[in-house]
């Protein structure tokens, strides 16, 4: 008779499924090895146009982290971009806005110990919150975005063209945005054409300007002649004076070229989609984790206001919309399927209810209690030194953020304690947990990794009693696999402790199978059996 177990026992069958700590899912490295500075390319900036009077090119760069002691050369990669308001910090009134914020930091660290490697990304900044104008503001922030979106594809191409170089597989990629990254990320998914900017649907042509006051706008707020292809692969030199730039200056420069933009997976943690139109059918699964009561990233369908004087920039769509039109568009099927089953997606689901709204496999509503002045603090994930004097945290004034004036009032460390009361390490990292729980089992399915096996994955893929057993065990050469009667294997997978996959057996449809060990190093590997009706795995030493 056949058994079935429920995903409830999967754990505690651990011993013959796989080993004690599973690659990507759990911190098998002790070290991490961060290249500092790695330029990905240079690209023309606007912060200094109102003193240098054009633009002028800014080198682009990225932090490398990767596990240290890492024998594997094939590596899924993540890019990781940080929050800011598209504003350098302090200039954008908050204490984050770098790669080296400790939130990035932890991010990359945390998924480089899994076995992943990880880039923290620097992308251009520079627009005007303070515009007097919504559609002026609205035509700084998509033009920020823009070049978001143009630096992120170069960064993807240059991880992709230096794969040999990191041990990057190059056919999984990761973004993955924090705050205004995720909104830098959300571009990267949703946008694949220049024009889808001038044929919005939520609201109509907002990314159009009307400059002659006639009541109909005429001007794209993003044209290519003066920004650059949507890529950032075309030398762009501006043909006339336009935009606030000056006739001949270069706002895009080629790097990286003819590389594949694609990516495998996108992360947006806090941010929101420039337009929901720009999800399509063949849209990257998208995991989107937002608080529902988040004071500044529209979590439903609604006006994006500047922080700090509440006034409107442009409408926007946050993880509720962006869920159910993934959903629907079914990019992220895969896991729905996998019909996941633990404490975060019942957390997830629970909260969900609480937004009001359906659970959308993908979004994860992070609520936490209010402060104690009743404030929605969001997705909290940074801390910092009050005391630090650092420039890479304290953006060079040579002031710690305890002294440094606000302009909202008081210092930028007691600002920023009104949405992050009680800042510690602990509280960001103890999020951060909660974060990771979400993603990581997701990103096994999204990426196709071997910890896959891990989760039930269709309703073929439940852990079962097939009675399979591999003689013989240890083996020299070939092993032969066998199973009751009343159960043939369809497929058969072999991996290493490290989880890679090494052999791929499809269309046995047989009760007994031989593999081969061809060239496989002496060592334990991981066998899993595909059957209709679920999967079981064992071990194999090749001595």
């Known amino acids: 008779m056949k058994k079935f177990y429920s995903l409830i026992l999967f754990l505690g069958l651990s011993v013959s499924l796989s080993f004690a700590q599973e690659r990507y899912l759990d911190e098998v490295f002790t070290d991490v090895n961060v290249t500092s500075n790695v330029s990905y390319g240079v690209n023309g900036t606007i912060l200094f146009i109102g003193t240098a009077g054009e633009i002028v090119p800014q080198n682009l760069e990225m932090d490398i982290y990767e596990p240290d002691g890492d024998t594997e050369v094939d590596r899924p990669v993540v890019l990781v971009f940080h929050t800011g308001n598209f504003l350098p910090n302090v200039t954008n009134g908050q204490i984050p806005g770098t790669r080296q914020d400790n ?261 994860f509503p992070f609520i936490r209690p209010a402060n104690s002045a009743g404030e929605d603090e969001g997705v909290v994930v940074d801390w910092w030194d009050e005391n630090d004097l650092s420039p890479a945290n304290g953006a060079g004034m040579g002031l710690p953020w305890n002294v440094i004036p606000h302009p909202a009032g008081g210092t930028f460390h007691t600002n920023g304690l009104l949405l992050n009361e009680d800042m510690s390490a602990e509280k960001a990292r103890a999020n951060i947990a909660d974060v990771m729980a979400y993603i990581l089992p997701r990103a096994c399915v999204a990426l196709n990794l071997p910890c896959r096996a891990n989760f039930t994955t269709s309703t073929r893929e439940v852990l079962l009693e097939a009675g399979m057993t591999l003689t013989p065990n240890p083996a020299s050469q070939n092993v032969t696999v066998s199973v009751s009667n009343d159960f043939e294997i369809i497929d058969m997978e072999v991996y290493d402790m490290a989880g890679k996959l090494v052999q791929n057996h499809q269309g046995i449809n047989a009760s007994q199978y031989t593999i081969n060990r061809n060239n496989l190093a002496p060592g334990m590997y991981l066998v899993k059996a595909t059957f209709d009706g679920g999967v079981q795995t064992e071990k194999i030493l090749f001595d």
């Open 103 to 363: 939130s990035v930091v932890e991010f990359c660290t945390q998924l480089a110990r899994r076995g992943y490697v990880t880039a923290a990304v620097s992308y251009r900044l520079g627009w005007n919150p303070l515009a007097e104008t919504q559609p002026i503001r609205a035509l700084g922030l998509i033009q920020a975005a823009y070049r978001g979106v143009q630096d992120g594809r170069n960064a993807i191409r240059f991880v992709k063209a230096n794969a040999d170089t990191y041990g990057i597989d190059e056919n999984n990629v990761t973004v993955l945005g924090l705050g205004t990254g995720g909104y830098l990320t959300l571009g990267l998914v949703g946008l694949s054409d220049y024009n889808e900017i001038l044929t919005t649907t939520n609201g109509p042509g907002k990314f159009i300007l009307d400059n002659d006051g006639d009541g109909t706008p005429e001007t794209p707020m993003i044209v290519e002649a003066f920004h650059g292809d949507i890529n950032g692969e075309v030398l762009t030199v501006t043909p006339i004076a336009g935009f606030g730039l000056p006739a001949g200056d270069t706002t895009t420069y080629a790097n990286v070229v003819g590389v594949d933009n694609s990516f495998q997976l996108g992360i947006n943690v806090g941010g929101a989609l420039g337009d929901v139109s720009w999800l399509a059918d063949n849209s990257t699964p998208t995991i989107s984790i937002q608080s529902p009561f988040d004071q500044f990233a529209p979590y439903e369908d609604d006006i994006l206001k500047v922080p700090t004087t509440g006034d409107d920039i442009v409408q926007v769509q946050g993880a509720q919309v962006i869920g159910a039109t993934q959903e629907a568009r079914g990019n992220n099927q895969m896991w729905i399927d996998a019909n996941f089953n633990d404490d975060i997606t019942a957390q997830a689901i629970a909260n969900s209810a609480t937004a009001g709204h359906p659970y959308y496999e993908g979004v």
